[in-house]
């Protein structure tokens, strides 16, 4: 017989029957989980009350913070009127017809089509599969080969996680064969010594053309980038990236596809991040801000081109062989058209560009100390990197876990922040207020003079 008498916390429930992802296990059996129940604005509760700034809007994703009432509406109206349907079999709901209307006018496209699925790990998938379903259909069944960059962050399913630049996916025998990986675009760290920003880039694009002519243009399939590389570390290109690498792409033919999982609407200051960096994709790829994290929800929204490549590709055949059962969900389309709507037209974009230049003045402020070698974002998401010396960007041991040890710190303080590599990154809700905004800088401010004085 099973013993079935459930332990008493909270924490202890949550390790008993639930298996936590992307988590430090030392960490979380030596501090204990933190198990919410509701959210306030941009602050979240746990059970035993305790309130938290998140600073990182959960996953990069609650842009309208965690109780918004027009979101919470959306929802239950769509749950009263039709509250599931797919999009198979040439059916699906009036919501998502209307949503796709509504992201191709919202789109920097002049037309186009949108394809739904149900998280950012399963629209680039998708996308991935409509390349190789086109260049098949016209003829090119080698151009298979995927191009991404180092540190680029785009999911977990088996080809996001090999589009993925990370070495934490070796634990999985990933990447598949036929990823391909660019060196990240990041100047101050993988700028040589004494190599200048425009030399930098100009080896950037040598490496790009070397490694098309190595494995062929006909071989590749597509190019993947975000705008500014998030769960990479918050890592805006260095200057001029997109201008100088597109001719390149465009030259032999390879589609460009912008993960815009975490830049789309409005992150960076405008709707999209390709927008703040002045170039136009092929393709874009949404999730997490699209329904304000209010409900799992991707999609794939296509530029003209590849809308009428995928068009014929597919009359060919006459089906398109893929999708989700939750496609397009109903309750998931309502929400997200709400959301665009609170983005556009009710308030938030405007308090971005409001709060944007408070956000880089705290940034700035913070990393005027000795142990910040740079602080680097765009718009409201930014990176902290801490280093043991600033002048030679000698990181802290990593024993020392000083990123962690900040992020810990933060929390004990009713502070959400999180340690990606050596960097500790904010991402606030687009609903801030600017005091809750002083707010979050003095607590990561406490954080970090207190986790400094322990490891100086
Ligand atoms: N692309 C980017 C740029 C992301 O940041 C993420 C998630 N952090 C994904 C894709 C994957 O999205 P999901 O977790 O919804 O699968």
């Not at 429930?13 to 959210?39: C, M, W, Y």
């Not at 680039?124 to 016209?138: I, R």
């Not at 000083?402 to 590599?421: F, K, M």
Request: hydrophobic share 40%.
């Amino acid at each position: 017989m099973p013993d079935t008498t459930l332990p008493n916390s909270w924490d202890a429930r949550a390790k008993q029957n639930s298996f936590f992802g992307f988590t430090d296990l030392p960490s979380i059996n030596e501090r204990g989980t933190v198990i919410l129940t509701h959210g306030e604005g941009p602050y979240v509760v746990d059970t035993e009350g305790r309130r938290y700034l998140d600073g990182n809007s959960g996953l990069w994703n609650m842009i309208a913070g965690f109780d918004h009432p027009a979101l919470i509406k959306a929802a239950q109206d769509q749950y009263a009127r039709f509250p599931g349907y797919h999009a198979f079999f040439g059916r699906m709901s009036d919501q998502a017809v209307m949503l796709s209307e509504k992201l191709v006018e919202v789109s920097p496209f002049a037309d186009g089509k949108v394809f739904y699925t149900n998280s950012g790990s399963e629209a680039n998938d998708t996308m991935v599969k409509m390349l190789w379903f086109l260049h098949a259909a016209e003829g090119r069944p080698n151009a298979r080969k995927i191009i991404t960059r180092g540190n680029a962050y785009h999911g977990v399913t088996a080809v996001s996680a090999s589009m993925t630049g990370k070495p934490y996916n070796s634990v999985f025998g990933l990447p598949l064969p036929g990823f391909l990986r660019l060196t990240c675009p990041h100047y101050w760290r993988e700028g040589r010594e004494g190599e200048s920003a425009a030399d930098f880039l100009a080896r950037l694009v040598a490496e790009l053309e070397e490694m098309i002519a190595r494995e062929g243009a006909d071989t590749i399939a597509g190019f993947f980038a975000e705008p500014v590389q998030g769960a990479g570390g918050v890592i805006p290109p260095v200057d001029g990236y997109f201008d100088a690498i597109l001719p390149v792409l465009r030259k032999h033919g390879i589609p460009v596809i912008a993960d815009e999982v975490i830049t789309g609407f409005g992150r960076t200051g405008s709707v999209w991040g390709c927008e703040s960096y002045g170039f136009l994709p092929d393709a874009i790829i949404s999730s997490k801000a699209l329904t304000a994290g209010f409900f799992p929800m991707g999609a794939v929204i296509l530029g003209p081109e590849l809308s009428d490549r995928l068009q014929r590709a597919t009359d060919a055949i006459e089906e398109f062989p893929h999708g989700f059962t939750a496609s397009g969900h109903p309750v998931g389309c309502a929400i997200a058209l709400a959301s665009i709507d609170l983005v556009l037209n009710g308030g938030l974009m405007e308090n971005v560009q409001r709060l944007i230049p408070r956000f880089e003045a705290g940034m700035a402020k913070l990393a005027d100390q000795d142990h910040i070698g740079e602080w680097r974002g765009r718009g409201l998401m930014g990176a902290l990197e801490a280093v043991r010396d600033k002048a030679t960007k000698k990181p802290f041991e990593g024993h020392l876990s000083v990123s962690e040890r900040i992020a810990n710190t933060c929390t004990d303080h009713g502070l959400i922040c999180r340690p990606l590599g050596q960097s500790i990154v904010l991402c606030p809700p687009f609903i801030m207020t600017d005091a809750q905004m002083d707010e979050m800088f003095d607590k990561l401010s406490a954080a970090l003079a207190q986790v400094f004085a322990e490891v100086a």
